[in-house]
């Protein structure tokens, strides 16, 4: 089967690409932005990609047009589709029918985080021989790529290797699930955006979860929910699709959370983040304690920063031992867990300056960053470069929290093209520390000159950022 992609490029979307070209389909798609990681990725899978929304490209004649939420009415490609009565299907929808239908699904949402704990989880699963496929909206270090369809195997065990069995001596019960089939394990990435121009309802909802984290939530995608409660609801038909015999995970001090699952839920609950369930305990050194009801499970040890990570790696822990392997396996998997690319993910290291890049794009989001990178360089200068880049941070819905979440940072730099709202005013109580520039020109000249020796700069950005990190990476360089 032939299919044509629109929007290949977003992280689902190419995900979508490497799947189906995985289970021996032709792959070919287009976007109007193609940039890194994402389109490296795709090449490597040679992969055809087309720049653009030409409606010429429906002369490819493929079986069926799968449609990314990116694409509009007026879309030149998507109007000739319509035009032409064309098969077309978005792309949650192929999801669920073509690779999801017989597994055993790991689903993760929230507002933050849904990367880094659909990551970790993947590596727990494939570090305890179960040889999970994987959906998640990063490229995890550990993997290498986005998306995998792994092998159908029984849930019994992975090829050739022995499935954990859980510590009968643990004061965690045993979970005998119901309804299992021999598709294997997949864990996806639960984005809460929609579907669709056709389509509104939630990505969500058509992922046939067994294990669902819900991570956090808060407002966010205001370009299509008009405020938070909107968004609960989302979650509520989220949750009101689960077995009673799967399992939520949840954090247990998120209070919109909390409502969510007060609205009803037919599946059990485990939270963490709270006493009487999954907690952490920060110890001396490297990692934290892992505790279930007060009870230790073991030590994480690894190098990541944050109590951010922390509650990320409770969550993957709990959804694991869901997935029938035992806690203390997964805390030893997270000790070989590296993380995912565009997560302060270290870009190089040019005239003594580290450069990171990371998606950050929300408050919350920038703050952790940000807190979790002063943990590791203690005194040493933080440089923070934003680009408000999300369609919530362009329409100014959540300027007032900026200046704020980026406190913790030395220095910072805003890049203010396409905002609808003031990033200077915004960013007025950080005083001289801040500088706003709408010439992207002259913001990396700035950058360039104020960064020395030993300083770290954190780029932020959920988009290219016009390449940044190689241009800045190079000027510093120069510098020596």
Same mark, same amino acid.
């Given at each position: +089967?032939?299919?044509?992609?629109?929007?290949?490029?977003?992280?689902?979307m190419?995900?979508?690409?490497?799947?189906?070209?995985?289970?021996?389909?032709?792959?070919?798609?287009? %976007?109007?932005?193609?940039?890194?990681? +994402?389109?490296?990725?795709?090449?490597?899978?040679?992969?055809?990609?087309?720049?653009?929304?030409?409606?010429?490209?429906?002369?490819?004649?493929?079986?069926?047009?799968?449609? =990314?939420?990116?694409?509009?009415?007026?879309?030149?490609? *998507?109007?000739?589709?319509?035009?032409?009565?064309?098969?077309?299907?978005?792309?949650? #929808?192929?999801?669920?029918?073509?690779?999801?239908?017989? &597994?055993?699904?790991?689903?993760?949402a929230?507002?933050h985080?849904?990367?880094?704990?659909?990551? +970790?989880?993947?590596?727990?699963?494939?570090?305890?021989?179960?040889?999970?496929?994987?959906?998640? =909206?990063?490229?995890?270090?550990?993997?290498?790529v986005?998306?995998?369809?792994?092998?159908?195997?029984?849930? #019994?065990? =992975?090829?050739?290797?022995? &499935?954990?069995?859980?510590?009968?001596?643990?004061?965690?019960?045993?979970?005998?699930?119901?309804?299992?089939?021999?598709?294997g394990?997949?864990?996806?990435?639960?984005?809460?955006? %929609?579907?669709?121009?056709?389509?509104k309802?939630?990505?969500?909802?058509?992922?046939? !979860?067994?294990?669902?984290?819900?991570?956090?939530?808060?407002?966010?995608? !205001?370009?299509?929910?008009?405020?938070?409660?909107?968004?609960?609801?989302?979650?509520?038909?989220?949750?009101?699709?689960?077995?009673?015999?799967?399992?939520?995970?949840?954090n247990?001090?998120?209070?919109?959370?909390?409502?969510?699952?007060?609205?009803?839920?037919?599946?059990?609950?485990?939270?963490?983040?709270?006493?009487?369930?999954?907690?952490?305990?920060?110890v001396?050194?490297?990692g934290?304690?892992?505790?279930?009801?007060?009870?230790?499970?073991?030590?994480?040890?690894?190098?990541?920063?944050?109590?951010?990570? $922390?509650?990320?790696?409770?969550?993957?822990?709990?959804?694991? &031992?869901?997935?029938?392997?035992?806690?203390? #396996?997964?805390?030893?998997?997270?000790?070989?867990?590296?993380? @995912?690319? &565009?997560? +302060?993910? @270290?870009?190089?290291?040019?005239?003594?300056?580290?450069?990171?890049?990371?998606?950050?794009?929300?408050?919350?989001?920038?703050?952790?960053?940000?807190?979790?990178?002063?943990?590791?360089?203690?005194?040493?200068?933080?440089?923070?470069?934003?680009?408000?880049?999300?369609n919530? *941070?362009?329409?100014?819905? *959540?300027?007032?929290?900026?200046?704020?979440?980026?406190?913790?940072?030395?220095?910072?730099?805003?890049?203010?093209?396409g905002?609808?709202?003031?990033?200077?005013?915004?960013?007025?109580q950080l005083?001289?520390?801040?500088? @706003?520039?709408?010439?992207?020109?002259?913001?990396?000249?700035?950058?360039?000159?104020?960064?020395?020796?030993?300083?770290?700069?954190?780029? *932020?950005?959920?988009?290219?950022?016009?390449?940044?990190?190689?241009?800045?990476?190079?000027?510093? =360089?120069?510098? $020596?």
């Amino acid at each position: +089967m032939h299919l044509h992609i629109l929007g290949i490029c977003g992280t689902f979307m190419g995900g979508i690409a490497l799947l189906a070209r995985a289970a021996g389909h032709r792959v070919t798609g287009c %976007d109007a932005n193609v940039y890194p990681p +994402m389109s490296t990725q795709l090449a490597a899978q040679d992969i055809e990609l087309i720049e653009g929304w030409g409606a010429d490209q429906a002369g490819l004649g493929p079986d069926v047009f799968v449609i =990314g939420n990116v694409v509009t009415r007026g879309n030149p490609l *998507m109007e000739e589709i319509l035009e032409q009565g064309f098969p077309y299907i978005s792309g949650p #929808q192929w999801l669920r029918d073509n690779v999801l239908a017989g &597994r055993w699904v790991a689903a993760v949402a929230g507002t933050h985080g849904k990367t880094t704990v659909a990551s +970790m989880l993947a590596w727990i699963l494939e570090q305890a021989g179960l040889e999970p496929g994987f959906l998640i =909206g990063g490229i995890p270090e550990n993997f290498g790529v986005s998306a995998r369809l792994a092998p159908s195997v029984s849930h #019994q065990g =992975g090829r050739g290797k022995s &499935r954990s069995i859980l510590n009968p001596q643990s004061s965690i019960p045993e979970i005998t699930p119901k309804g299992e089939s021999d598709g294997g394990f997949f864990v996806v990435e639960a984005d809460e955006y %929609d579907t669709a121009f056709f389509d509104k309802r939630s990505k969500f909802v058509h992922y046939p !979860a067994r294990t669902a984290i819900l991570n956090n939530l808060e407002f966010d995608h !205001a370009d299509i929910f008009p405020d938070l409660a909107a968004i609960e609801t989302q979650f509520h038909h989220f949750v009101r699709t689960l077995p009673a015999s799967g399992l939520v995970v949840a954090n247990g001090a998120d209070a919109a959370l909390a409502r969510v699952l007060a609205r009803g839920c037919y599946t059990p609950v485990e939270r963490f983040g709270v006493a009487d369930g999954w907690a952490a305990t920060t110890v001396a050194g490297d990692g934290f304690e892992v505790l279930w009801r007060g009870e230790k499970q073991g030590r994480v040890r690894w190098t990541l920063q944050g109590a951010h990570n $922390q509650a990320n790696a409770l969550a993957a822990i709990a959804a694991a &031992r869901h997935c029938g392997v035992a806690p203390a #396996q997964a805390i030893t998997a997270l000790g070989g867990y590296q993380g @995912v690319k &565009r997560r +302060m993910e @270290v870009r190089g290291v040019a005239g003594g300056v580290t450069v990171y890049d990371d998606f950050a794009h929300h408050p919350t989001a920038i703050a952790a960053t940000l807190e979790g990178l002063r943990a590791r360089v203690r005194n040493s200068r933080i440089l923070a470069l934003l680009e408000p880049r999300s369609n919530t *941070m362009k329409a100014g819905v *959540m300027k007032d929290r900026l200046a704020a979440s980026l406190a913790g940072a030395d220095r910072v730099y805003c890049y203010s093209a396409g905002l609808q709202w003031d990033a200077t005013a915004a960013l007025a109580q950080l005083g001289t520390k801040a500088e @706003v520039h709408v010439d992207f020109g002259r913001l990396l000249e700035a950058v360039s000159a104020e960064a020395k020796p030993g300083d770290h700069v954190v780029i *932020m950005s959920n988009g290219g950022f016009n390449g940044i990190h190689d241009k800045l990476l190079a000027r510093l =360089g120069k510098k $020596q």
